[in-house]
């Protein structure tokens, strides 16, 4: 069974900084991992998708980088606002079928002025 | 552009009671998908459906029931609500290119 983990659980960081969150998952059959945001009482937002045959997206402000091998992805953050403040997920979908998006628990981001 | 909606937002129900939530979608999207978001627990796939005429079961199915009669519409239906089921619950349709697309949720509480 898939397993992904997000580390660090929350993070807490000035304004301007740089930062990396990391998602790794256990089965690297993947057809896709997908990035999102929540803010609190919200719904999810897609950030980023990254397609199996990809290693990477860039959205503004944001890279998303994607290693099967070793089962790891990064969301990279550049310059980071307080509107950043937000939980990110990252999603994993497995080839098996549609039945095998797995989430992560998210990492849990406040950027403070 | 409406996307993935949603209703109601938010609802009280009393142990026993049934209720629908309604999910609408204007993609044109075949796949549809009810999660259930608990603390601690992350999102869990309730069912989820292919097509107009085909559902399955996620990683959390009992007490849920859906339906789906069109391409835009999924509805969730519990049937006798239990305490267990307070949680938000979220429905969300994929893109061909494998996007998802989430509504703002619906936050139930039963008592």
């Known amino acids: 069974k898939q397993e992904v983990t997000q580390i660090p659980a929350a993070l807490s960081v000035p304004e301007g900084e740089n930062l990396v969150l990391n998602c790794s998952f256990t089965?690297?059959?993947?057809?896709?991992l997908q990035w999102f945001r929540q803010d609190p009482g919200k719904g999810l937002t897609s950030l980023l998708l990254?397609?199996?045959?990809?290693r990477e997206q860039t959205s503004g402000r944001l890279n998303a980088s994607l290693d099967k091998s070793s089962g790891r992805s990064t969301l990279y953050i550049a310059a980071s606002q307080p509107g950043d403040s937000a939980t990110y997920l990252c999603?994993?979908?497995?080839?098996?079928?549609?039945?095998?998006?797995?989430f992560g628990k998210g990492t849990m981001l406040l950027v403070s002025p | 552009n409406a996307g993935v909606t949603q209703t109601p937002k938010f609802q009280v129900l009393k142990t026993g009671q049934s209720m629908t939530l309604q999910c609408a979608q204007d993609m044109n999207h075949e796949y549809m998908s009810w999660y259930r978001q608990d603390p601690g627990m992350g999102l869990r796939l309730i069912h989820y459906?292919?097509?107009?005429?085909?559902?399955d079961q996620g990683e959390v199915p009992n007490g849920y029931n859906v339906s789906r009669s069109t391409t835009e519409d999924f509805p969730l239906r519990l049937l006798s609500a239990a305490p267990s089921q307070t949680s938000v619950y979220f429905c969300a349709s994929q893109g061909h290119n494998g996007e998802l697309f989430f509504g703002e949720g619906s936050r139930l509480t039963v008592l």
């Open positions: 089965d690297s059959a993947i057809y896709n």
């Open positions: 459906s292919v097509g107009a005429g085909i559902t």
């Open positions: 990254i397609q199996s045959s990809q």
């Open positions: 999603a994993v979908f497995a080839v098996t079928g549609y039945s095998t998006l797995t």
